[in-house]
């Protein structure tokens, strides 16, 4: 097999075998050095593979860590039950803070507290740095110098991104919901890490009757005094 001449038949079988993403420069690495292509000539076959994989269950797509072979969003939940383990799945919480490391970055610990109106878990930040979909990319210059967290290559992996450029814009975002739905993430469950923090906000934001009661009884009684 003449390489020059089969260059788009090796590159399909090397993303179809690796089974993860490939960089321009590992696919180089693939020839012998008189026989290695450009990167341009690389370029130009992935594109042409990307087309010819239109309107087909797997796709040919770019992502941060570069070029792979992939199911399509449309036959994933299909062929997602070929495994017995089911993907994780994660809290609102954690979901929220992602989110938030993902649009502001870089950002503190503290300034994520700040902007849910709650104390970030552990747990969460440990499950998020766990999965190398959040790291450590310095320290704000402030009494304490508080880490300062970014997402990762990983995570847009994960996500099928190519750059933070490919996430939603925030106007086309109104809750989490949607959140979801744009980056294909399955439907958050609470967890025992973050139960109590969720509860926690419930309660801050929908009084219960009792206070209800309790204020109206006191308002009742001050409109009293005030006309005595």
Not at 103 to 131: A, F, K
Request: net charge negative; aromatic share 6%; hydrophobic share 35%.
């Amino acid at each position: 097999m003449n390489p020059s001449d089969n260059l788009k038949q090796i590159v399909e079988a090397a993303l179809l075998a690796s089974g993860k993403a490939m960089s321009l420069d590992r696919l180089q690495d693939l020839f012998d050095e008189m026989e290695r292509p450009d990167k341009k000539a690389l370029r130009a076959v992935l594109q042409e593979l990307a087309e010819d994989y239109q309107d087909r269950g797997i796709e040919v797509r770019e992502v941060a860590s570069g070029w792979r072979i992939q199911v399509t969003k449309a036959c994933a939940p299909w062929v997602s039950r070929l495994w017995e383990e089911k993907p994780p799945r994660y809290s609102r919480a954690l979901m929220e803070t992602l989110a938030l490391i993902a649009y502001r970055q870089p950002i503190t610990r503290g300034e994520i507290e700040d902007i849910r109106g709650v104390s970030v878990s552990s747990n969460i930040m440990r499950t998020l740095q766990e999965r190398e979909w959040v790291r450590v990319v310095g320290h704000r210059d402030v009494p304490g110098r508080p880490s300062l967290y970014g997402t990762t290559r990983e995570f847009l992996d994960y996500f099928g991104l190519k750059s933070l450029d490919d996430l939603p814009t925030l106007a086309e975002i109104r809750d989490l919901d949607v959140i979801n739905e744009e980056l294909n993430l399955p439907e958050p469950d609470k967890d025992a890490a973050t139960e109590g923090e969720e509860e926690q906000e419930s309660t801050a934001e929908e009084p219960s009757a009792q206070d209800i009661d309790a204020e109206t009884e006191t308002g009742e009684a001050r409109d009293s005094d005030e006309k005595a």
